[in-house]
T-cell receptor, first 113, second 114 residues
Framework: GQQVMQIPQYQHVQEGEDFTTYCNSSTTLSNIQWYKQRPGGHPVFLIQ?????EVKKQKRLTFQFGEAKKNSSLHITATQTTDVGTYFCAGSGIKGSGYALNFGKGTSLLVTP | DGGITQSPKYLFRKEGQNVTLSCEQNLNHDAMYWYRQDPGQGLRLIYY???????QKGDIAEGYSVSREKKESFPLTVTSAQKNPTAFYLC?????????????FGPGTRLTVL
């Protein structure tokens, strides 16, 4: 089963508020990827983190990989209605996963204007 | 126009029937994947293939079968042995076989078994 935990499951914010979703693994990850799925759509790759303590930014989105490579976060500053969707993290390097990524269950973000 | 195509977008079948979902990619990717998505469950891996004529089971392979006879095609058959087949099925591909490669997803097929 999945070994990447993601919280919260849902988040409802007012436009302009910040948003953060967290991804946790009980074992060390070799890398972590983040995807966004718009309602009715399919997941689209956002970014990959590989190094311990890595921080990457994409405009209002900030991605972090923990020092122990067991957790990651996605932070959105000043949310907009276009940020609506489900954000998934996916990790690898978990024992028994072979060459496949293990996806978290996702955090669904709703932004009201 | 490169990408992954899945057809049909919506599929209805009667209980007890096998059904095959198609997935085609023209990205020249080596690896292909099938995921199942249920509400609140995220993406669960059914099967993946790293190369033609080879594939591995994922976390929930029971009741499903696949083939990889061509690099660009990775069809998924949902058999009558799958107890809860109604779900959203996503196909994906990546350029290489390692987990460091981003996955490109198709638009998905929503299967409803009546």
């Amino acid at each position: 089963g999945q070994q990447v935990m993601q919280i919260p499951q849902y988040q409802h914010v007012q436009e302009g508020e910040d948003f953060t979703t967290y991804c946790n693994s009980s074992t060390t990850l070799s890398n972590i990827q983040w995807y966004k799925q718009r309602p009715g759509g399919h997941p689209v790759f956002l970014i990959q983190l590989v190094k311990s303590g890595e921080v990457k930014k994409q405009k209002r989105l900030t991605f972090q990989f923990g020092e122990a490579k067991k957790n990651s976060s996605l932070h959105i500053t000043a949310t907009q209605t276009t940020d609506v969707g489900t954000y998934f993290c996916a990790g690898s390097g978990i024992k028994g996963s072979g060459y496949a990524l293990n996806f978290g269950k996702g955090t669904s973000l709703l932004v009201t204007p | 126009d490169g990408g992954i195509t899945q057809s049909p977008k919506y599929l209805f079948r009667k209980e007890g029937q096998n059904v095959t979902l198609s997935c085609e990619q023209n990205l020249n990717h080596d690896a292909m994947y099938w995921y199942r998505q249920d509400p609140g469950q995220g993406l669960r891996l059914i099967y993946y293939s790293q190369i033609v004529n080879d594939f591995q089971k994922g976390d929930i392979a029971e009741g499903y079968s696949v083939s990889r006879e061509k690099k660009e095609s990775f069809p998924l058959t949902v058999t009558s042995a799958q107890k809860n087949p109604t779900a959203f099925y996503l196909c994906a591909s990546s350029i290489g076989t390692g987990v460091y490669n981003e996955q490109f997803f198709g638009p998905g097929t929503r299967l409803t078994v009546l």
